[in-house]
C-alpha cells in the first residue's frame, strides 16, 4: 500500500506547478501579492481547492480574487500542459484566513501576558 493517497500526491503536484506559474509566467501584479498556500482534492481529483494568502489589506485581497477569477482558464489550461491526469480539476481559488487568525490568537496571548505580567508587579509592591 502506498503512503499517501493519491489526492494528496495530486495536490500538492498542483502546489507546486502552481506556485511555479504564479512565480514565473503570470505578469498580473495582483497576483505577484498572493502565496498558494495549500491546495486541497477531492478524492475524485475532480475538483481543487486552492487556499492562498495575501500580504496587503483587505482591498488587495479582493484584488487578488479578482485575478485568480480572471487567469482561472489560463491557469487550469497551463497546469492540464504540466500535469499528466485525465481529467483538469474544477479549480477554486479561496482565501486563507489561518494566518490571520494565528496572528489574533497570537496577540491576544501577549496581550493577556503583559496584563499578567501588569498585575504580578501591582501585587510584589
Avoid: C
Avoid at 491546495?39 to 500580504?55: E, G, I, W
Avoid at 480539476?89 to 496581550?111: N, T
Amino acid at each position: 500500500m502506498k503512503p499517501y493517497p493519491r489526492a494528496e500526491r495530486v495536490s500538492s503536484q498542483l502546489q507546486r506547478v502552481l506556485t511555479d506559474i504564479l512565480t514565473k509566467k503570470i505578469k498580473d501584479p495582483s497576483l505577484e501579492l498572493a502565496t498558494v498556500t495549500g491546495v486541497r482534492m477531492s478524492r475524485d481529483l475532480r475538483y481543487a481547492r486552492v487556499y492562498y494568502v495575501v500580504t496587503g489589506d483587505e482591498k488587495a485581497r479582493e484584488q487578488v480574487s479578482e485575478a485568480f477569477e480572471t487567469a482561472r482558464g489560463y491557469l487550469k489550461r497551463f497546469l492540464a500542459s504540466q500535469l499528466n491526469l485525465r481529467y483538469m480539476p474544477e479549480i477554486r481559488f479561496f482565501y486563507d484566513a489561518s494566518l490571520d487568525y494565528g496572528s489574533r490568537i497570537e496577540k491576544l496571548l501577549s496581550s493577556i501576558e503583559s496584563e499578567h505580567e501588569t498585575d504580578h508587579r501591582s501585587a510584589e509592591e
